[in-house]
């Protein structure tokens, strides 16, 4: 029921964002009428990004939703700041994510990237971010371009031998969205590169610092990482689908990147 109705308020959102409450259309810097009752959709926001981790994944995927439709609309900057800062604190973490025992792989995995292209999506379009939140959100960002940079380049049976997935399980009952995957793949490597300038600073935070310190010991040397995302961009320039998808369709593409050659950057 509770996704059901963040779903309605969403189609809402697109539907009448440019009306008034008179039916009229309505510049963009008026008030719409959605906007009137944007504390009551920012209470239904709150709870349900407060309470991700009790709730289905596809509710939190329809919150997420929500969030950036909401704030495409309002220019309150505290209300912004508030929901950015809801949005990204499962994020302030470690970069390794843990098994859930009520989920899929696939649906706890999607949530995941979903976040991350919502938030992505948001400060992209120049809503404000935490400085000292920039160091550790590269690190995340770092993580998921990696696993999907060897998801999409690789075949099933590849990923399975492969140990150092953040985000996808290597397992027998490996699974993941890879439409999600790919689709969002150009927004994790946008930003990254955008967290990366100019280069973040430390955290003055104790508690923080040592999160990102741990996160650094299963990540990348500075020239692993930048190689990693060379490989990302051409992997992207190159690509008009995953690798599975390209051998179900008997497609071929110009240039390719070999399946040792990216493990060889990663590993």
Not at 43 to 63: C, F, G
Not at 74 to 81: A, G, H, S
Not at 114 to 121: G, Q
Not at 131 to 143: E, F, G, N, P, V
């Amino acid at each position: 029921m509770r996704e059901q109705g963040l779903q309605i308020f969403t189609k809402a959102f697109k539907r009448f964002r440019c009306y008034d409450d008179n039916g009229c259309l309505v510049q963009q810097s008026v008030p719409t009428v959605l906007l009137q009752y944007s504390a009551q959709i920012e209470t239904i926001l709150v709870v349900n990004l407060k309470n991700y981790a009790t709730n289905y994944p596809s509710i939190n995927k329809a919150s997420f939703k929500l969030v950036q439709q909401f704030l495409s609309l309002t220019t309150d900057p505290q209300l912004i700041r508030k929901q950015l800062s809801l949005l990204s604190a499962p994020l302030l973490s470690s970069i390794k994510l843990p098994l859930s025992a009520t989920y899929s792989e696939e649906s706890h995995t999607s949530q995941h990237i979903y976040r991350l292209r919502v938030l992505a999506s948001l400060v992209l379009q120049g809503h404000p971010l935490e400085t000292q939140h920039r160091q550790i959100l590269s690190q995340h960002y770092l993580a998921a371009i990696s696993d999907n940079l060897v998801v999409l380049g690789h075949r099933l049976s590849k990923i399975k031998t492969y140990n150092k997935l953040f985000l996808v399980y290597s397992t027998d009952s490996l699974s993941y969205d890879q439409t999600l995957h790919y689709k969002t793949f150009p927004t994790l490597l946008q930003f990254y590169l955008f967290l990366q300038s100019p280069t973040p600073e430390p955290t003055s935070d104790p508690a923080l610092s040592s999160i990102i310190a741990s996160n650094d010991n299963m990540l990348y040397s500075p020239e692993q990482a930048s190689l990693l995302v060379f490989s990302a961009i051409v992997f992207l320039l190159t690509s008009n689908e995953p690798m599975d998808q390209q051998r179900k369709h008997q497609l071929t593409r110009a240039k390719s990147i070999a399946d040792s050659q990216i493990l060889a950057i990663l590993q």
